[in-house]
Structure formats: structure tokens, C-alpha cells
């Protein structure tokens, strides 16, 4: 029986990606495996698509091996996470509070992905890869991968660009335009809008680009471990919700929206991986933060609440280990 393709899904979430890149520190460290070596796919969006990114972002010194750790990778949210969601009192009074143009500046968010991933390109990466993204002039999504990047100059973009545009959250960051290698520009946004738990994308994904005795790769082929940056479902009342015009309505269609999406993503491959010999080979690990002390907006950097979702996130190991092990054991 041919080795089953080892695919990893990371959602959207802004600051609360700490919560699974603290997973995977800690599944590294117990299970003596790396992230970039270990997974045949990875896949993100927004906070996830970063975070793909610099697990397989090539070292400058060897480009078969990674830039950074997995500790690395999640220092980089605590390096930098409070000079992204940073608003300097001029542009707080020039957009209103974020009412007249988008709530954050993207110099803090553009400087760090710059630092980090400089002037490589998506076809370097070391692994196949899936960004997401969604190009609002031609209304479609845009997925970004380094397997493609390989073969097709049109599918190259720098990796500093892929990570600005799955991140390019609407209302709190400008959108992105970026340019492929040969030059031709696209207006993106945060993947999130669409896909903001990517694991069905990657599934799919999967299916394209592994082969299995010549033949397309199916669920009973692959198995994809999916994490969850956290989730805190805020309820809307019917006596507020009645009353709702276009500017109270953004903020809860952008956090039903993607909270949905998640959702439904989780339960088709759940009833996909159940159809197969061993429905284990799907994994989703995802916690509900209501009963915690973190704050669940996606730019809350303060640096308590930092400490408190890498905490968060060493618990829900703990929580999942077992079944963690029984995945990688598959």
C-alpha cells in the first residue's frame, strides 16, 4: 500500500494564529517530526497563509532548508504582531476610526512580511503550497501555490506578495496589488471572504497534484490534518439584528461569513473521510475561547493576550494529543 499524502490546513484569524502555530511547536517537539519536511501540502489563508509561507520559506544560506523554526515562525507574531494592528493617531482621525478607509495602515503589515520573506519567490518555497486569496476584479478566487509557481512564470508571484493578499482582510487592511513574474497586476483580498478554513481547498488541491498508481489521488489517499485558530460564536439578538442597517450589518456579516465557511469546510470533510476505509485519516482541531481570558478579535496584539493564545494553543494540544498521535500513526 502506497504512503498516504500528508496534507496540512491552516485557518484565517489575524493575531490568533499563535493558537496553531503553538500546536505545531509542540507537536514537533513531542513527535520528534518538522513541519516542513513532514506534510506533502500545506495549505492557509489570511493568518494560515502566512504562516504556511514561512514554514516553507527557504534558509538563505541553504535553499533546501527552512528560513525558521517552528518557534521561530510563531516569534514572529510576537516580534511584530503589535506593530501590525498599530494605528498612529493621524490616520485614526483621517479615516474616523476606520470608517472612511480601512482601520489599519499597511506599512506595519508590508515591513514585516518584507523582513521576513524579502525578494523570494513562490516557486522557492520548499514544498507544495495553497494560499488563498480572492481577486475582486475578475471575481474569482486566486490560489497561490508553489507547484504551480514551478512550471509557470504566470503563477510566480514574490512570497512577500502572496502573504500581503491572503491577508488583506476587508475593513482592516488596503487590498493588495500584486504583479506575477511577468509583470501583469491583480487587485486581491483576504482569502478569508470565501475559504477561511482552506482543508476542502487543500483536499481538492490534493487530488490535482498527487498521483496514486498513475491515478488521481482520492480521500482514502490522503490525510489532512486541519487546525482551527480558535472560535468565540457572538450571538445577534433578533431586537438588534431587526433594526441593522449597511454599516452595522459589516462587522457581523465579515464574522458570520467566515465562521460559516469554516464550518460547512469541516462538515463536507467530515462526511468525505466517514465514506472512507479509516475516517481518522481527517483530523480537525479548532476551540472555543467563550469560557477564556483572551480576547477573540483578530488584532487584539496586546501582549497579554499574545501570552494567553499561546497558552491556549499548548492546551489544546495537551486536549488532542492522543488523537494527534493516532493521526500521524495512520
Not at 490560489?143 to 514574490?158: E, M, P, T, V
Not at 475559504?195 to 490522503?222: C, H, Q, S, W
Amino acid at each position: 500500500m502506497a504512503e498516504l499524502k500528508k496534507v496540512l490546513s491552516i485557518d484565517g484569524g489575524g493575531i490568533r494564529g499563535i493558537i496553531p502555530g503553538q500546536i505545531l511547536v509542540e507537536i514537533e517537539r513531542e513527535f520528534n517530526i518538522k513541519v516542513w519536511d513532514h506534510f506533502d501540502l500545506i495549505a492557509g489563508t489570511s493568518t494560515g497563509g502566512i504562516l504556511a509561507c514561512a514554514y516553507l520559506c527557504p534558509s538563505d544560506g541553504d535553499p533546501k532548508k527552512p528560513k525558521f523554526t517552528s518557534k521561530e515562525v510563531v516569534g514572529l507574531y510576537h516580534e511584530k504582531g503589535d506593530e501590525i494592528f498599530d494605528i498612529p493617531m493621524f490616520h485614526k482621525i483621517r479615516t474616523l476610526g476606520g470608517l472612511r478607509d480601512e482601520k489599519y495602515p499597511e506599512d506595519g503589515l508590508e515591513d514585516a512580511l518584507d523582513e521576513y520573506f524579502g525578494d523570494t519567490w513562490l516557486k522557492n518555497l520548499l514544498k507544495p503550497c495553497l494560499i488563498t486569496s480572492y481577486d475582486i476584479t475578475n471575481r474569482k478566487g486566486h490560489f497561490f501555490g508553489q507547484h504551480k509557481a514551478k512550471k509557470d512564470k504566470a503563477s510566480n508571484f514574490l512570497v512577500k506578495d502572496a502573504a500581503r493578499s491572503t491577508s488583506a482582510a476587508p475593513t482592516y487592511f488596503e487590498c493588495a496589488q500584486v504583479r506575477n513574474e511577468l509583470g501583469k497586476p491583480f487587485t486581491l483580498v483576504d482569502g478569508g471572504v470565501f475559504v477561511n478554513n482552506p482543508a476542502l481547498t487543500a483536499y481538492a488541491e490534493g487530488r490535482n497534484i498527487f498521483k496514486v498508481g498513475g491515478a488521481e489521488a482520492t480521500a482514502k489517499d490522503m490525510k489532512i490534518l486541519s487546525l482551527g485558530t480558535g472560535y468565540s460564536r457572538k450571538r445577534y439578538n433578533y431586537s438588534q439584528a431587526k433594526n441593522y442597517g449597511m454599516a452595522q450589518w459589516v462587522q457581523p456579516v465579515i464574522d458570520i461569513m467566515m465562521s460559516g465557511a469554516a464550518e460547512v469546510a469541516h462538515y463536507q470533510l467530515d462526511k468525505i473521510y466517514k465514506t472512507t476505509p479509516n475516517h481518522k485519516q481527517y483530523l480537525r482541531i479548532d476551540g472555543d475561547l467563550k469560557f477564556t481570558d483572551i480576547d477573540p478579535d483578530m488584532d487584539c496584539a496586546t501582549r497579554e493576550n499574545m501570552n494567553r493564545l499561546k497558552v491556549f494553543g499548548e492546551k489544546l494540544f495537551e486536549k488532542n494529543k492522543k488523537s494527534i498521535e493516532d493521526w500521524l500513526a495512520i
